[in-house]
């Protein structure tokens, strides 16, 4: 069964940081593009950034020279650095495995404070 678990969510000032964690099981880790959307009330699910099985990386325009995606391969971990945050960035933040199939997790929120 795979489970992608996200935590380290929650409410920071704006300019503050968190790291979001994504714990992933019963897939094999290492052959899949991982990635972190988000998505507010009323709009799409959008990528923030995903890593490739390369190491490749690719953010989204409104995150560039703040966010940082990363992965463990060891431990089957992926995470988002997030500094300088902006309350824009308040969203349900989701992780996701993509191969030839697709998985989520249930999403943690952040909140960012003007």
């Known amino acids: 069964q795979v489970q992608l678990v996200e935590s380290g969510g929650g409410l920071v000032q704006a300019g503050g940081s968190l790291r979001l964690s994504c714990a992933a099981s019963g897939i094999l880790f290492t052959v899949y593009t991982m990635g972190w959307y988000r998505q507010t009330p009323g709009k799409q699910r959008q990528l923030v950034a995903r890593i490739t099985r390369g190491g490749s990386t690719n953010y989204a325009d409104s995150v560039k020279g703040r966010f940082t995606i990363s992965t463990d391969n060891a431990k089957n971990m992926v995470y988002l650095q997030m500094n300088s945050l902006k309350p824009e960035d308040t969203a349900v933040y989701y992780c996701?495995?993509?191969?030839?199939?697709?998985?989520w997790g249930r999403g943690t929120q952040v909140t960012v404070s003007s």
């Open positions: 996701n495995a993509d191969n030839i199939s697709q998985y």
